[in-house]
């Protein structure tokens, strides 16, 4: 099973579309693949699935629960703890929940077990099936305020649905913070999905610096494009990053988006893209 993550600097670059139209691509061609939503703050891959949802698992995550009568007020959860989830008071310790992120040092150090872990819901993950498709989708309940563990859960589980299929496909949430360094972690390759402008360009910079910083291969994918020299595809030259492929613009596609018929506007010129990003993937990873 190969690891695709698709990623973009910004919101509206095309992440997901191109997430779905090669998700399908692959299953034309015969090539089984699972779809994973893991933009969990605002997932939309199943606006463009037409699937049934066959299930629904409730997802928690761990945080500390103060027992007064086992805590002696020494101080030291609130000296271990990074992110100021905890607060001493003369009689009372306050957790705060929005900010703990269950690393446990609190809960393991304790010299007197007086912060045990007790199990928050954070969310659920969803399984759609259509005919041919699967998609696993993360969905962050509202007000909760930290993606990670969902999309780290999401992404263990995944692991059952892909094992007898060639391709994993993470969509992953916009940006360059901490949900989309987990979400493309573990990736084999990575897709940049940029669009030819001088905000997606600033973007796109940002977000390649990032994926150097933490050593991951990557190709860019020019989306919504209206020539073969732009703005982006001078910047990789430069930069010696590679264009994996130009989809282009096309007003046919735009407005079968907008139905949530991608498929319909998939004509010769977007087929082709398809058709590259996939041999380029083949090429790099199955040596």
């Known amino acids: 099973m190969l690891k695709i993550a698709i990623v973009s600097g910004k919101g509206g670059a095309g992440k997901t579309s191109l997430s779905v139209m090669l998700s399908q691509y692959l299953w034309e061609k015969g090539e089984e693949n699972l779809l994973v939503d893991l933009d969990v703050e605002e997932p939309n891959a199943s606006l463009f699935f037409h699937g049934q949802k066959e299930a629904q698992k409730v997802k928690y995550k761990e945080i500390p629960s103060w027992q007064s009568d086992l805590c002696t007020f020494c101080g030291k959860c609130t000296k271990l703890c990074n ?53 696993l989708e993360g969905l962050l309940n509202i007000g909760e ?8 859960q999401v992404k263990q589980e995944s692991e059952q649905y892909g094992d007898q299929k060639g391709f994993t496909f993470f969509d992953a949430p916009p940006g360059t913070s901490c949900p989309m360094i987990e979400a493309v972690k573990d990736a084999d390759y990575i897709l940049l999905v940029s669009e030819a402008t001088a905000f997606g360009l600033n973007d796109m910079k940002l977000t390649v610096d990032t994926l150097r910083e933490i050593d991951k291969p990557f190709g860019v994918v020019v989306n919504k494009s209206t020539s073969e020299q732009n703005l982006i595809t001078e910047y990789c030259r430069a930069d010696d990053v590679p264009v994996v492929a130009n989809v282009p613009y096309s007003q046919v596609f735009a407005r079968a988006y907008a139905r949530g018929r991608l498929g319909e506007g998939m004509d010769e010129q977007l087929t082709d893209a398809m058709k590259a990003i996939y041999e380029h993937l083949m090429e790099k990873l199955t040596v």
């Open 83 to 135: 992110f100021n989830a905890l607060a001493m008071l003369p009689e009372q310790v306050l957790v705060f929940e929005e900010l703990c992120h269950g690393c446990r040092a609190c809960s393991d150090l304790c010299p007197t077990n007086a912060l045990p872990m007790k199990e928050k819901e954070m969310g659920v993950m969803n399984i759609y099936k259509n005919q041919e498709m699967q998609l």
């Open 145 to 152: 305020q930290q993606a990670v563990p969902l999309i780290k």
